[in-house]
Structure formats: C-alpha cells, structure tokens
C-alpha cells in the first residue's frame, strides 16, 4: 500500500489549495472502513492533527482550521482530499495523508505548503 500526496504549493494569505491523497495497492473494503486523517508538521514543531473521517463518515476538525478546511473522500477512486480555504500564515507545514485500518498505520510522503502574508 502507497499513499501518494499531492496539492501543495505556495499561496497568499486568503488563497485556498485542495490536496489529494490516493491509496494504491489498497482494497476497496479496507478504504472504506478505514480512519483517514490530514496531519502537518510546521518547522520545530511536532505533527498535528489537523482533520479526520472516520469510517461512519463523521469528521473531526483542529479548531484552528474549524470552518475553513474540509476533509473528504472519493471512495471509487481510492483518494482523500482536504479543502483549504482562508489560508493563513500559520497553516504552513508539510501536510501529511494518513489511513487508518485496524491497527496497520500508513501515511503519504508528505506535501509542502506554504502561506505569505
């Protein structure tokens, strides 16, 4: 299983930028039933959750991305997306892809984003 990441870039401050995830290797039925999640690490920081979707379909957020990031998923093609709108400087990091299925763990490469005020 591979997790590829991508979507990252360089914005301004207010711009918005869509990250996509694709799972390969990975069956149907065990992305479906799956956690996935967004995390990102800042520079000096340790990784932070940032959203999550949980196999029934409910999303948790970080409060601080409340109401301008959206996690989903497009099941048919293996791949988890985060939305982000109203970017702001402290929502640079490298964002990382993570699925969750039983106790197997498996994360994406990790894609840089980078807000300018």
């Known amino acids: 299983v591979q997790l590829q990441a991508s979507g990252g870039g360089s914005v301004q401050a207010g711009g918005s930028l869509k990250l996509s995830c694709k799972a390969s290797g990975m069956i149907l039925s065990t992305f479906t039933g799956s956690r996935k999640a967004w995390y990102r690490q800042a520079p000096g920081k340790q990784r932070e959750s940032v959203a999550e979707?949980?196999?029934?379909?409910?999303?948790n957020y970080q409060d601080s991305v409340k109401g301008r990031f959206t996690i989903s998923r497009d099941n048919s093609k293996r791949t988890v997306y985060l939305q982000m709108n109203s970017l702001e400087p402290d929502d640079t990091a490298v964002y990382y892809c993570n699925v969750k299925f039983g106790s197997r763990y498996y994360w994406g490469q990790g894609t840089q984003v980078t807000v300018s005020s």
């Open positions: 979707l949980t196999s029934g379909g409910s999303t």
